[in-house]
T-cell receptor, first 115, second 112 residues
């Protein structure tokens, strides 16, 4: 089945040790998003790509970077994780373009623990 | 005022109850309204979406939009333990690629 796959599902890292989370999609969607979700909070958008066009939310910390080497893959790099970065990180995709509802397909998420 | 407000609960109901989940929003220009369901330790999945005002029904689920009061609701009839999840309302500020604005989500537990 076409889907959005995130790896790893669970990541434990030490304070300050860089982490990379990956997302792949077989939907051939143009738009990919990275959200951060903390307990009992709404998903918070970090970045999104429309094709290769990168869009950084104004309040996304510089500690977070993203790469999209091709249509299928997108990476989230956390350069120096702090305790406050412990969260679920969600990747989502949508076809993009045109009018109408912007329906997102989410991956299962990567849960990051920072020790 | 936040763009989308949702009571985070938690909400606990007995099996078979009718559940009402609600969100309010601030921008009268919003046209599409969505509900996502998120099971524990999983990503959100789209449950339903509606365009403009009115009702939309899908099995035991009914989505309702009242644009005059900027209020959206999700009703679950004959609730089941498998409905236990967090329900997030989501609204795209404009059509096309504009990222969704999510509510905080309401955590629902249906007790057998």
């Amino acid at each position: 089945d076409a889907m959005v796959i995130q790896n790893p599902r669970y990541q434990v890292t030490q304070f300050g040790k860089p982490v990379t989370l990956s997302c792949s999609q077989t939907l051939n969607h143009n738009v990919m998003y990275w959200y951060q979700q903390k307990s009992s909070q709404a998903p918070k958008l970090l970045f999104h790509y429309y094709d290769k066009d990168f869009n950084n939310e104004a309040d996304t910390p510089d500690n977070f970077q993203s790469r999209r080497p091709n249509t299928s893959f997108c990476f989230l790099d956390i350069r120096s994780p702090g305790l406050g970065d412990a969260a679920m990180y969600l990747c989502a995709t949508t076809l993009g373009g045109g009018s109408g509802a912007n329906v997102l397909t989410f991956g299962a998420g990567s849960r990051l623990t920072v020790l | 005022q936040k763009e989308v407000e949702q009571d985070p609960g938690p909400l606990s109901v007995p099996e078979g109850a009718i559940v009402s989940l609600n969100c309010t929003y601030s921008n009268s220009a919003f046209q599409y309204f969505m509900w996502y369901r998120q099971y524990s330790r999983k990503g959100p999945e789209l449950l339903m979406y509606t365009y403009s005002s009115g009702n939309k029904e899908d099995g035991r689920f009914t989505a309702q939009v009242d644009k005059s009061s900027k209020y959206i609701s999700l009703f679950i009839r004959d609730s089941q333990p498998s409905d236990s999840a967090t329900y997030l309302c989501a609204i795209p500020p404009n059509s096309g690629n504009t990222p969704l604005v999510f509510g905080k989500g309401t955590r629902l537990s249906v007790i057998a």
